[in-house]
Structure formats: C-alpha cells, structure tokens
C-alpha cells in the first residue's frame, strides 16, 4: 500500500507560477510511474503530467511548454512546476501513482485558482 500527501496548492494570478508536491509513503519499492491528475469545475478529470521511474515524462497537450514534471528517487516525491499559469488551469489537481502489479493510489488533491 503507498500513501499519497499532495500540497503547494493556492491562489496566484494570471502569468504567475506554482509548484505542487506529492511525497509518497509506505510501500514506496511499489512505485512505477507518477503523475498529476486534474479536474476543473464542470469538467471530466484529465491527465496532466507523467514521469516514468527512468525519468520519461509525458504532457497534456494543453500544458506543454508551460508545466514540468519531475521525481526525487531518494525522497519518493513527484513534483509539478506551473508557469504562464491561466485561469482555465483553475482545477483540483490529484497525485497519482501507479505500481509493478498495476495498482493506483490517489492524493487528496490540492486546489489550484488562478485569478485575478
């Protein structure tokens, strides 16, 4: 089993940046691929970002260029650095882990607003 504790959510305006973390506990020799989920007021969850226990990432169209994925190894967390943030990005973004034996494990999510 492998616990999942997101955080770095908030308020931040148009243009601006924000980076989330998720640190991974428990059964963390589990642990293949990690990503971040979202889901916006009226809209169905979405892949945003995922990276590979090698290191290869993955993007969402829609934050390509803009957002990038990376994992520390040595302290099992994933982060997600957001820039030129758009109020269209305004979600509930979940951490998402996926395991050997094709398990998923779910964050709580953090909300992110991006307004003026």
């Known amino acids: 089993q492998v616990q999942l504790a997101e955080s770095g959510g908030g308020l931040v305006e148009p243009g601006g940046s924000l980076r989330l973390s998720c640190a991974a506990s428990?059964?963390?020799?589990?642990?293949?691929?990690m990503g971040w989920y979202r889901r916006a007021p009226e809209k169905e969850r979405e892949l945003v970002a995922t990276i590979s226990s090698g290191g290869r990432t993955s993007y969402a169209d829609s934050v390509k260029g803009r957002f990038t994925i990376s994992r520390d190894n040595s302290n099992n967390t994933v982060y997600l650095q957001m820039n030129s943030l758009k109020p269209e990005d305004t979600a509930h973004y979940y951490c998402?882990?996926?395991?050997?034996?094709?398990?998923?494990?779910w964050g709580q999510g953090t909300l992110v607003t991006v307004s003026s």
């Open positions: 998402n882990v996926k395991s050997w034996s094709y398990r998923e494990f």
């Open positions: 428990g059964n963390i020799f589990m642990i293949n691929v």
